[in-house]
């Protein structure tokens, strides 16, 4: 289970404090001591102690502790730091945890025990100044739920005949009318009753386009309108609708988010006990503890500690600088080694918004002349599909033409005179309703969206759209295995089986999932991270449980601050070409970590033989660790510097997404 955002802050707070703690005791010692060259008088504690049953007496003694008054900041330090930082080490022996910090806490105790209270010091400033270095890095914890509650609208608009009056969502009862104004969000699910307009259901559905509404239509809680207003009919309680619904699957998974072993701790488990052999091997062989000490406190694992952040921070900056937000450093560690990868539809592997695929003509009529009055017309409309068609005609180099009365009334489509004819564009259930007779013109339905063209009352012709998908869609799922080996790829959507299967043939997946629900989505993802380390790569709001239930959740774009927050990497520009150079940027990191860490720990291993041999004393040993803390940074300080390239690989266009769309004369 993770930790709230609250108690990660107040853990980060915590080890930045000790850290400056230690840094203002040491500082203050070395200058009375050396500077001042004052506060050596000796100060002594005695007590009597006495241990006994009811029959006899176990144990009695007089303890004394003496101390200089120069070494009370160090026993500030060990005292207000020290113990605290051992208590957590403790902790997580007693949980099983044996990490390259646990050496830390048993210097700290033996410095204590041998009164070498400035190598101690020295110890609880490496510790915490790594594990602040380590908070730095990840700086911003995970507040989904958070993000989630601040999206949904507080308030709703309750109708009551002509007046108007805000309420609560909680207080929303199912039959309630709700009016809805242009670019708010839907408090509940429901069904328009007035109104026409659109509806972005994208980051809830899966849905790519725009959605239109109408009378009867369906609304969800989530979902954000457009640009008029619609009243609807509440046909759920808030606490049953859509959105709340993903929020109580968002909570679930948000439990249950999966736990990356961290490279240090790899490396500590290793590390860790060779250690302790060479210390006790030197104090057996010599008799003196204090060498025990000095080869722990060169021990001390600081290219552990304070090597691998560095070359963590260093990473973050390079891919911030490459448009990734790096929000849990952990995945850097781990992404190469994902052998799962899977894709959301809308907004991942395509762009969410409709492309003209093909225009199917009606006897006798012309392509260009066609789009030209089709396109002329559309100019003037804020229906989703316009947007495609102009495109259509700017590829096409058409000239458009002037439009006159224009019109868009609910159950007619658009119309108007272009160049001396009425052309209409409506859909085809309207189209059959007003000509029931000439349904047998029109082409089979067909997977995407689709609009019917009339000319002067006679059928035109029949257009179609598809979500557009980027030109390196197909070649970067083909470059995931060899290059990053992936072993198995898969398209994950709730979107419908037409589009989605369209999709994965033309990008080359086979394993695919439609129509998925978010709670669906979640259950496919844990499955899938059980098996194997996942990443999912998504950009809804319906995504957000499975980012968080991946091993690696990457999302795209800037369109929803939830998916953000659930997400360990958010790609800025929506581009798969930037995932591959998070691989690239993940491996990089690895390989830099264990140069600094494991070239540390051989020097630190070198040091160790030295201060078992007894060249070295343990305030000796701390600063031999220091100056090869120095070189372990400053090799992971080359993780910030660009390489010549970050990626290898090669986008091929995908022919069926650049070609102009075809036609065909019914």
């Given at each position: 289970?993770?930790?709230?955002?609250s108690?990660?802050?107040?853990?980060?707070?915590f080890?930045n404090?000790?850290?400056?703690?230690?840094?203002?005791?040491?500082?203050?010692?070395?200058?009375?001591?050396?500077?001042?060259d004052?506060?050596?008088?000796?100060?002594?504690?005695?007590?009597?102690?006495?241990?006994?049953?009811?029959?006899?007496?176990?144990?009695?003694?007089?303890?004394?502790?003496?101390?200089?008054?120069?070494q009370?900041?160090?026993?500030?330090?060990?005292?207000?730091?020290?113990?605290?930082?051992?208590?957590?080490?403790?902790?997580?022996?007693?949980?099983?945890?044996?990490?390259?910090?646990?050496?830390?806490?048993?210097?700290?105790?033996?410095?204590?025990?041998l009164?070498?209270?400035?190598?101690?010091?020295?110890?609880?400033?490496?510790?915490?100044?790594?594990?602040?270095?380590?908070?730095?890095?990840?700086?911003?914890?995970?507040s989904?739920?958070?993000a989630?509650?601040?999206?949904?609208?507080?308030?709703?608009?309750?109708?009551?005949?002509?007046?108007?009056?805000?309420?609560?969502?909680?207080?929303?009862?199912?039959?309630?009318?709700?009016?809805?104004?242009p670019?708010e969000?839907?408090?509940?699910?429901?069904?328009?009753?007035?109104?026409?307009?659109?509806?972005?259901?994208?980051?809830?559905?899966g849905?790519?386009?725009?959605?239109?509404?109408?009378?009867?239509?369906?609304?969800?809680?989530?979902?954000i309108?457009?640009?008029?207003?619609?009243?609807?009919?509440?046909?759920?309680?808030?606490?049953?609708?859509?959105?709340?619904?993903?929020?109580?699957?968002?909570?679930?998974?948000?439990?249950?988010?999966?736990?990356?072993?961290?490279?240090?701790?790899?490396?500590?488990?290793?590390?860790?006990?060779i250690?302790?052999?060479?210390?006790?091997?030197?104090?057996?062989?010599?008799g003196?503890?204090?060498?025990?000490?000095?080869?722990?406190?060169v021990?001390?694992?600081?290219?552990?500690?304070?090597?691998?952040?560095v070359?963590?921070?260093?990473?973050?900056?390079l891919?911030a600088?490459?448009?990734?937000?790096?929000?849990?450093?952990?995945?850097?560690?781990?992404?190469g080694?994902?052998?799962?990868?899977?894709?959301?539809?809308?907004?991942?592997?395509?762009?969410?918004?409709?492309?003209?695929?093909?225009?199917?003509?009606?006897?006798?009529?012309?392509?260009?002349?066609?789009?030209?009055?089709?396109?002329?017309?559309?100019?003037?409309?804020?229906?989703?599909?316009?947007?495609?068609?102009?495109?259509?005609?700017?590829?096409?180099?058409?000239?458009?033409?002037g439009?006159?009365?224009?019109?868009?009334?609910?159950?007619e489509?658009?119309?108007?005179?272009?160049?001396?004819?009425?052309?209409?564009?409506?859909?085809?259930?309207?189209?059959?309703?007003?000509?029931p007779?000439?349904?047998?013109?029109?082409?089979?339905?067909?997977?995407?969206?689709?609009?019917?063209?009339?000319?002067d009352?006679?059928?035109?012709?029949?257009?179609?759209?598809?979500?557009?998908?980027?030109?390196?869609?197909?070649s970067?799922?083909?470059?995931?295995?060899?290059?990053?080996?992936?072993?198995?790829?898969?398209?994950?959507?709730?979107?419908?089986?037409?589009?989605?299967?369209?999709l994965?043939?033309?990008?080359?997946i086979?394993?695919?999932y439609?129509?998925?629900?978010?709670?669906?989505?979640?259950?496919?993802?844990?499955?899938?991270?059980?098996?194997?380390?996942?990443?999912?790569?998504?950009?809804?709001?319906?995504?957000?449980p499975?980012?968080?239930?991946?091993?690696?959740?990457?999302a795209?774009?800037?369109?929803?601050?939830?998916?953000?927050?659930?997400?360990?990497?958010?790609?800025?520009?929506?581009?798969?070409?930037?995932?591959?150079?998070?691989?690239?940027?993940?491996?990089?990191?690895?390989?830099?970590?264990?140069?600094?860490?494991?070239?540390?720990?051989?020097?630190?291993?070198?040091?160790?033989?030295?201060?078992?041999?007894?060249?070295?004393?343990?305030?000796?040993?701390?600063?031999?660790?220091?100056?090869?803390?120095v070189?372990?940074?400053?090799?992971?300080?080359?993780?910030?510097?660009p390489p010549k390239s970050?990626?290898?690989?090669?986008?091929?266009?995908?022919?069926?997404t650049?070609?102009?769309?075809?036609?065909?004369?019914?």
């Amino acid at each position: 289970m993770t930790n709230t955002p609250s108690s990660e802050t107040n853990s980060a707070r915590f080890e930045n404090t000790i850290a400056g703690l230690s840094l203002l005791g040491i500082g203050v010692y070395l200058l009375l001591h050396y500077a001042l060259d004052v506060g050596h008088q000796v100060y002594s504690l005695s007590v009597n102690t006495a241990l006994t049953s009811t029959d006899i007496l176990l144990y009695q003694g007089h303890q004394v502790l003496s101390v200089e008054l120069v070494q009370l900041p160090l026993l500030v330090v060990l005292a207000l730091g020290g113990i605290p930082l051992v208590y957590q080490l403790c902790v997580k022996v007693i949980q099983g945890e044996f990490g390259a910090d646990l050496l830390a806490g048993i210097s700290i105790v033996t410095a204590v025990l041998l009164n070498e209270y400035l190598a101690g010091s020295l110890v609880v400033l490496m510790l915490s100044g790594g594990v602040a270095l380590e908070t730095y890095a990840v700086r911003k914890a995970s507040s989904v739920l958070e993000a989630l509650a601040k999206r949904m609208p507080s308030v709703a608009h309750r109708k009551s005949g002509d007046a108007l009056m805000d309420i609560t969502t909680e207080q929303v009862i199912i039959g309630d009318t709700l009016l809805i104004l242009p670019h708010e969000i839907c408090p509940v699910d429901g069904s328009v009753l007035e109104g026409s307009g659109t509806m972005d259901e994208s980051y809830l559905t899966g849905e790519p386009y725009m959605m239109s509404k109408t009378t009867g239509s369906p609304v969800m809680s989530g979902a954000i309108n457009g640009d008029t207003a619609l009243t609807i009919r509440a046909d759920k309680l808030s606490v049953d609708s859509r959105y709340a619904k993903i929020m109580e699957v968002m909570r679930s998974s948000e439990q249950y988010r999966p736990n990356i072993r961290r490279l240090g701790d790899q490396l500590g488990a290793l590390y860790t006990p060779i250690a302790v052999l060479i210390a006790g091997i030197a104090w057996a062989l010599s008799g003196e503890v204090v060498r025990f000490l000095a080869v722990l406190v060169v021990a001390t694992p600081c290219p552990l500690l304070i090597g691998i952040p560095v070359t963590i921070i260093s990473s973050i900056s390079l891919a911030a600088r490459r448009n990734i937000i790096i929000k849990n450093p952990a995945i850097l560690e781990t992404i190469g080694r994902c052998r799962t990868a899977i894709f959301d539809k809308t907004g991942t592997l395509t762009y969410g918004r409709p492309s003209l695929t093909a225009i199917i003509l009606g006897a006798g009529q012309q392509e260009q002349e066609v789009l030209t009055l089709i396109a002329s017309l559309e100019r003037y409309s804020k229906h989703p599909l316009s947007s495609a068609i102009l495109k259509s005609a700017e590829k096409s180099a058409l000239s458009l033409l002037g439009v006159t009365n224009i019109s868009e009334l609910p159950g007619e489509g658009l119309k108007g005179d272009v160049k001396g004819k009425q052309v209409q564009i409506t859909s085809r259930k309207q189209f059959i309703e007003q000509q029931p007779e000439a349904i047998a013109v029109l082409p089979p339905i067909s997977g995407g969206l689709e609009c019917v063209v009339l000319i002067d009352d006679v059928y035109a012709a029949t257009l179609q759209f598809r979500d557009e998908v980027p030109s390196d869609s197909s070649s970067f799922i083909d470059h995931l295995q060899p290059k990053h080996s992936v072993d198995r790829v898969m398209l994950v959507s709730g979107d419908r089986e037409s589009e989605v299967r369209y999709l994965a043939e033309l990008v080359g997946i086979e394993h695919v999932y439609f129509s998925q629900s978010p709670e669906q989505k979640l259950a496919l993802v844990r499955a899938e991270t059980q098996a194997a380390k996942t990443l999912f790569l998504g950009d809804g709001i319906n995504d957000a449980p499975s980012l968080t239930a991946a091993t690696i959740g990457i999302a795209f774009g800037q369109n929803s601050d939830i998916t953000g927050e659930a997400a360990d990497a958010v790609i800025m520009d929506s581009s798969l070409l930037k995932v591959d150079e998070l691989f690239h940027i993940g491996d990089r990191m690895r390989k830099i970590a264990l140069q600094s860490a494991v070239g540390g720990m051989v020097l630190s291993v070198i040091g160790m033989v030295f201060a078992g041999l007894g060249y070295l004393t343990p305030v000796a040993g701390a600063v031999t660790q220091e100056v090869i803390d120095v070189f372990a940074v400053l090799n992971a300080l080359r993780a910030a510097i660009p390489p010549k390239s970050l990626s290898d690989f090669s986008n091929k266009v995908i022919d069926k997404t650049t070609f102009r769309p075809n036609v065909v004369v019914s």
